[in-house]
């Protein structure tokens, strides 16, 4: 059974008009390629505006090489000031939440001391790594926020109050859809997002009109993607 799907269009960036190759050449004009070839490139161009000094586009890339697109952009950057670019260090530290020599062992240490039940427990260390433990202080300071907000992933209350105060988040959308996950269970978080903004409202002192606004703005971002 599918319970939802979702489509993309992605850029595909060349250096010139035409598209390159695998190899590095430029296709011939006329020379027939496809765009679902296995020989036409995922590239990626940093490039300045022609017109205007001080800005940069960034055309293509995916997912998996933004931590070495990032580093490339920076470099433009650094490049067009005149300056020395920093020793890039992200390709060497842990992202957070992998900072541990031995996983294995912290989550065994996790479990042991974790007042939570096993399936928060897992579901904690399987999205939020080593950073788990942040959430179980959380909980320390505040019991009920160990009250799960929507059973079908697991998801806490504990985990809205961290994305907004650990994770950056600003948004319901940012909370539900790029943090917590809710938002890709089989109801794309519609079920859980008046929770959400209720556990907002009593822990971070959202007003009665924020609550509203966020909401609505999350039901019509599910309905823009899933229609």
Same mark, same amino acid.
Request: charged letters at 25%.
């Given at each position: 059974?599918?319970?939802? !799907?979702?489509?993309?269009?992605?850029?595909?960036? !060349? %250096?010139?008009?035409?598209?390159?190759?695998?190899? *590095?050449?430029?296709?011939?004009? &006329?020379?027939?390629?496809?765009?679902?070839? !296995?020989?036409?490139?995922? $590239?990626?161009?940093?490039?300045?505006?022609?017109?205007?000094? =001080? #800005?940069?586009?960034?055309?293509? &890339?995916?997912?998996?090489?933004?931590?070495?697109?990032?580093?490339?952009?920076?470099?433009?950057?650094?490049?067009?000031? &005149?300056?020395?670019?920093?020793?890039?260090?992200?390709?060497?530290?842990? #992202?957070?939440?992998?900072?541990?020599?031995?996983?294995?062992?912290?989550?065994?240490?996790?479990?042991?001391?974790?007042?939570?039940?096993?399936?928060?427990?897992?579901?904690?260390?399987?999205?939020? *790594?080593?950073?788990?433990?942040?959430?179980?202080?959380?909980? #320390?300071?505040?019991?009920?926020? *160990?009250?799960?907000?929507?059973?079908?992933? $697991?998801?806490?209350?504990?985990?809205?109050?961290?994305?907004?105060?650990?994770?950056? !988040?600003?948004?319901?959308?940012?909370?539900?859809?790029?943090? +917590?996950?809710? &938002?890709?269970?089989?109801?794309?978080?519609? =079920?859980?997002?008046?929770?959400?903004?209720? +556990?907002?409202?009593?822990?971070? %002192?959202?007003?009665? =009109?924020?609550?509203?606004?966020?909401?609505?703005?999350?039901?019509?971002?599910?309905?823009?993607?899933? $229609?």
């Amino acid at each position: 059974e599918i319970m939802s !799907a979702i489509s993309s269009r992605r850029e595909i960036a !060349a %250096g010139t008009d035409a598209p390159l190759l695998r190899d *590095g050449r430029v296709q011939a004009r &006329g020379e027939h390629l496809r765009f679902d070839d !296995a020989t036409h490139v995922r $590239g990626r161009i940093v490039r300045r505006h022609p017109e205007r000094d =001080n #800005l940069f586009s960034i055309v293509g &890339g995916k997912l998996t090489t933004y931590r070495s697109l990032a580093e490339q952009a920076v470099d433009a950057v650094f490049k067009k000031l &005149g300056r020395t670019s920093p020793e890039c260090k992200t390709d060497r530290e842990p #992202l957070p939440g992998a900072v541990t020599l031995n996983f294995a062992a912290f989550c065994q240490d996790f479990k042991q001391r974790s007042p939570l039940s096993v399936a928060t427990n897992d579901r904690l260390l399987r999205i939020y *790594g080593t950073r788990a433990a942040l959430i179980a202080e959380v909980i #320390l300071e505040e019991q009920s926020l *160990g009250e799960v907000f929507d059973r079908e992933t $697991g998801a806490i209350t504990a985990e809205i109050v961290f994305a907004f105060e650990h994770e950056f !988040a600003r948004t319901l959308c940012d909370c539900l859809l790029r943090r +917590t996950m809710v &938002g890709f269970n089989s109801t794309c978080g519609l =079920n859980a997002v008046d929770a959400a903004a209720a +556990t907002a409202q009593k822990y971070l %002192g959202w007003s009665d =009109n924020r609550v509203k606004s966020e909401t609505a703005e999350y039901r019509n971002v599910v309905l823009r993607l899933h $229609g």
